[in-house]
């Protein structure tokens, strides 16, 4: 435990100290870090390319939530409270309540890799450590912290939905769209772009695609959530036609190739 304080501490010093630094980043709403713990420095690469949104897949392995796309590399050191959690909430500390210092909310997909209803239950007991940085939920309020954290992968949607109040969201699929669904509970709609849409950037969005992506950012915004899609080429024709189409976070593993195209198309905004 004094190990677990003083490490919380000197984390809190480094950040605080390195906040003027984080006033050069420009926040960008539409990146979202995709299997974000492959980088060399898990979340701070992110952090420093502007990203608002990152994604850590985990395992439950001897009570321990550890982060890692496949069982076998997992190591107990890598866990989500060391590599996401006490950076977040140390950074928020330092940036009086926000993780960039007045910036937008940030996203943390938890995607559970295996044994949703088990891991949940760690996870839950995990995040009430962390309670003054998250987002809260009922099943009709949303209450906005710094992090949202929005759980993907094996997700035990029963079991949340059955809470009263929590500190996650569902991540909802496109199929959900053609019910009623709840943004306190689904705030996010993510899929698999490859099962939806047969053009991956290569010359013109046909209309037929233009038309489809159109129908489904709508109902999703309608509802009041937010839409991403997996699977998408680092292709920067097709960013545009993300862009165009109203899809809010934008999936990659290049953390510079998105944060130049969304900032050339903010500065073409502003210009």
């Known amino acids: 435990m004094m190990n677990r304080l003083l490490f919380s501490v000197a984390l809190s010093l480094v ?9 050069a980043v420009t926040p960008l709403p539409h990146a979202h870090a995709h299997n974000d713990y492959n980088h060399e420095r898990p979340l701070m690469d992110a952090l420093d390319h502007g990203f608002c949104s990152v994604e850590a ?14 069982r076998e590399d997992v190591h107990p050191t890598r866990t989500l409270q060391a590599l996401y959690l006490d950076p977040l909430i140390a950074r928020v500390r330092a940036n009086g309540g926000r993780v960039y210092p007045d910036g937008p909310e940030f996203i943390l997909l938890v995607d559970i890799k295996e044994d ?3 891991t949940y239950e760690v996870l839950r007991g995990v995040l009430s450590n962390y309670a003054e940085m998250l987002t ?10 710094a992090v949202t954290v929005i759980l993907s992968g094996d997700r035990p949607i029963d079991v949340v939905a059955a809470e ?37 950037g290569t010359g013109v969005m046909p209309d037929d695609a233009q038309r ?29 036609a993300l862009l165009a189409g109203g899809v809010d976070l934008f999936n990659t593993d290049n953390l510079a190739q998105l944060q130049a195209f969304l900032l050339s198309k903010r500065g073409n905004q502003e210009g």
């Open 212 to 240: 489809k992506l159109k129908e489904i950012t709508t109902k999703a915004h309608t509802a009041g959530c937010i839409v991403r899609f997996w699977g998408i080429p680092p292709r920067e024709d097709l960013w545009d």
């Open 164 to 200: 009263t109040e929590r500190v996650v969201g569902i991540d909802g699929r496109v199929s959900d769209l053609d019910g009623e669904v709840n943004r306190h509970l689904m705030p996010l709609i993510s899929d698999n772009w490859r099962s939806h849409f047969d053009w991956f």
């Open 136 to 145: 809260t939920f009922t099943a009709d309020s949303t209450t906005k912290g």
């Open 15 to 23: 950040l605080a100290c390195s906040a003027s630094g984080q006033n």
């Open 57 to 70: 897949d985990i395992f439950l392995v001897d009570g321990e939530l550890l982060v890692a796309h496949d």
């Open 116 to 118: 949703g209803g088990a």
